[in-house]
């Protein structure tokens, strides 16, 4: 599937990716160990791209409505730049990183998948979301991924963000030496 020229000519202004969880770096479905101990699944290759986002000088955030350790210890895990929970408006903890990074809307990536994320697929340069995520959001965004969430989708959008930019094969080049 060829990616649309205006999602390319959005990609290519990004200076920050920011990333919901529950649905978009997980598949969304919550386990509870018998202890009552929360446990999540993230998939390897979304932790590459975010690294590689980083790597070119690109900023990364996690931003997610529930508490969790597991996306905790992911996030850290990673070395994402930014990382907050038990946010309830997450368009406002855009605006306060945009600020801090003295950039626009415009510079600004969102992936969400659900209700509570609409306003920042809204407002947001670039707005994502994966294919199982309801009409209601998915009308809200300007980009759909292949993949599903917590199975490479955060992967896609990293390499998407970087191929508009042209800065893709640099990063793949890294592992070609």
Do not use: W
Not at 157 to 177: G, H, M, S, T, W
């Amino acid at each position: 599937m060829k990616v649309p020229a205006e999602v390319l000519e959005r990609a290519r202004t990004i200076k920050l990716l920011c990333v919901d969880v529950d649905g978009i770096l997980t598949d969304g479905r919550l386990y509870f160990l018998s202890n009552g101990v929360e446990a999540k699944a993230f998939h390897i290759r979304d932790g590459l791209g975010l690294k590689m986002l980083m790597n070119a000088g690109i900023k990364t955030a996690v931003i997610t409505g529930r508490d969790s350790e597991a996306a905790q210890a992911r996030a850290a895990e990673l070395g994402l730049n930014y990382f907050y929970q038990g946010v309830q408006d997450k368009l406002n903890v855009i605006h306060e990183l945009r600020a801090k990074m003295a950039i626009d809307m415009a510079a600004v990536a969102f992936m969400g998948d659900d209700l509570p994320d609409i306003s920042a697929l809204r407002a947001c340069g670039l707005s994502v979301t994966v294919p199982e995520a309801s009409q209601a959001v998915r009308a809200h965004t300007h980009y759909v991924t292949r993949e599903r969430g917590g199975h490479g989708a955060v992967r896609e959008v990293c390499e998407l963000i970087l191929d508009a930019k042209n800065l893709l094969q640099p990063e793949l080049d890294r592992y070609f030496a």
